[in-house]
């Protein structure tokens, strides 16, 4: 069995603990977006729903399905999908200051702006309005279809609380109606292993992303399992 697994070479060098036990526990071979070779098995961290396109033209068992990296990288189209399967958002195309303002394609909190000018309105973007508690959201992780963990994230000097940018992280359990609110979203797309993010507002979670090809940094820096080889057994039953 071929399996690859797929990172351009600015996030293979950024992840490459992860990229290492791909390797170690699936044998993987690590290429670029750009190839097309021979595969019996995808796992596509490239958040290109293309290659995933591709590959399933072909017959080849793709992680995560195209459907879903085109719905997680597109946040306009995530939030509209959402809003109509009847999961709370923050409302969309708000212009009123302040808003934030997102990349539709934007990854980690980069180019995420607070903006406090009408005239930075753009429709080319997902404008947003804010939660009620900034600098504070949740992230949960998904695997085959089930909650894994939970971690609640907080910045004390930022608006955004992404690890990434210097956010602080700490276990975080969900109660029954926030993993309600989860499974209700898990059964609404058809991911592998993704990330589901939610903001805080008066005093209740609501949905904010869906992360596709989700990091596990806050996990292994707290201890909490060991979740890219638990993703690696996964797809060595899927395909058995």
């Given at each position: 069995?071929?399996c690859?697994l797929?990172?351009s070479k600015?996030?293979?060098?950024r992840?490459?603990?992860?990229?290492?036990?791909?390797?170690?526990?699936?044998g993987?071979?690590l290429?670029?977006?750009?190839?097309?070779?021979?595969?019996?098995?995808?796992?596509n961290?490239?958040?290109?729903?293309r290659?995933?396109?591709?590959?399933?033209?072909?017959?080849?068992?793709v992680f995560n399905?195209?459907f879903?990296t085109?719905?997680?990288?597109?946040?306009?189209?995530?939030?509209?999908?959402?809003?109509q399967?009847?999961?709370?958002?923050?409302?969309?195309?708000?212009?009123?200051?302040?808003?934030?303002?997102?990349p539709?394609?934007?990854h980690?909190?980069?180019?995420?702006?607070?903006?406090?000018?009408?005239?930075?309105y753009?429709?080319?973007?997902?404008?947003q309005?804010?939660?009620s508690d900034?600098?504070?959201?949740?992230?949960v992780?998904?695997?085959?279809?089930?909650i894994?963990?939970?971690?609640?994230r907080?910045?004390?000097?930022?608006?955004?609380?992404?690890f990434c940018l210097?956010?602080?992280?700490?276990?975080?359990?969900l109660?029954?109606?926030?993993?309600?609110?989860v499974?209700?979203i898990?059964?609404?797309?058809e991911?592998?292993?993704?990330?589901?993010?939610?903001?805080?507002?008066?005093?209740?979670?609501?949905?904010?992303?869906?992360?596709?090809?989700?990091?596990?940094?806050m996990?292994?820096?707290?201890g909490?399992?060991?979740?890219i080889?638990?993703y690696?057994?996964?797809?060595k039953?899927?395909?058995?």
């Open positions: 069995m071929k690859i797929v990172y600015k996030e293979a060098r992840n490459a603990f992860s990229v290492q036990k791909y390797k170690s526990e699936l993987a071979e290429v670029t977006p750009d190839y097309r070779g021979a595969a019996d098995v995808v796992i961290r490239s958040n290109d729903y290659i995933a396109e591709y590959y399933e033209s072909r017959g080849v068992r399905p195209a879903f085109r719905l997680a990288n597109d946040k306009q189209a995530t939030y509209d999908f959402m809003e399967n009847g999961v709370e958002i923050m409302p969309t195309r708000y212009g009123k200051p302040p808003f934030v303002k997102k539709r394609d934007g980690g909190g980069q180019g995420v702006l607070m903006c406090t000018s009408a005239e930075e753009d429709e080319s973007a997902v404008c309005k804010p939660a900034l600098g504070r959201d949740l992230r992780w998904v695997l085959g279809g089930e894994k963990a939970s971690m609640l907080v910045s004390k000097t930022d608006f955004r609380s992404n210097g956010g602080e992280a700490a276990p975080y359990a109660s029954k109606a926030q993993a309600a609110l499974k209700k898990i059964s609404l797309v991911g592998d292993y993704y990330g589901v993010d939610f903001v805080f507002n008066d005093g209740r979670i609501v949905f904010n992303e869906l992360e596709d090809a989700v990091g596990a940094r996990l292994y820096s707290a909490i399992n060991d979740i080889k638990e690696c057994d996964f797809i039953r899927t395909v058995s």
